[in-house]
Nanobody, 122 residues
Framework: QVQLVESGGGLVQPGGSLTLSCIVS?????????????MGWYRQAPGKQRELVAS???????IYADSVKGRFTISRASAKNTVSLQMSSLKPEDTAVYYC???????????WGQGIRVTVSS
């Protein structure tokens, strides 16, 4: 079974920075390399729908939500089977639960992490 586990969330003051990480793991028969996955970070604020924050495809294409362009950077580290989201100049409206998602076109499957909370507040 493929698992995605997020880390790095917490409380940060406005204007501060945080880096979220998502490690992809699995058993012997379910292991999948992050290089085979389109990866995305999503977030869901209280009372709102889950939205895409940033994504990166296996071809290296990246997409960012307009609200985070210039402040957030998504990257993958193949050796660690990890995707990260570097967040800077954080605003209170960035407060949400952030989720990592991996999509495998080859397996026709997608996987979600359990989510991690980010709170931007003074």
């Amino acid at each position: 079974q493929v698992q995605l586990v997020e880390s790095g969330g917490g409380l940060v003051q406005p204007g501060g920075s945080l880096t979220l990480s998502c490690i992809v793991s699995g058993s012997l028969f379910s292991f999948i390399s992050i290089d085979e996955l389109d990866m995305g970070w999503y977030r869901q604020a209280p009372g709102k729908q889950r939205e895409l924050v940033a994504s990166t495809t296996v071809d290296g294409n990246t997409i960012y939500a307009d609200s985070v362009k210039g402040r957030f950077t998504i990257s993958r580290a193949s050796a660690k089977n990890t995707v990260s989201l570097q967040m800077s100049s954080l605003k209170p409206e960035d407060t949400a639960v952030y989720y990592c998602k991996g999509t495998s076109s080859r397996r026709n499957e997608y996987y979600w992490g359990q989510g991690i909370r980010v709170t931007v507040s003074s």
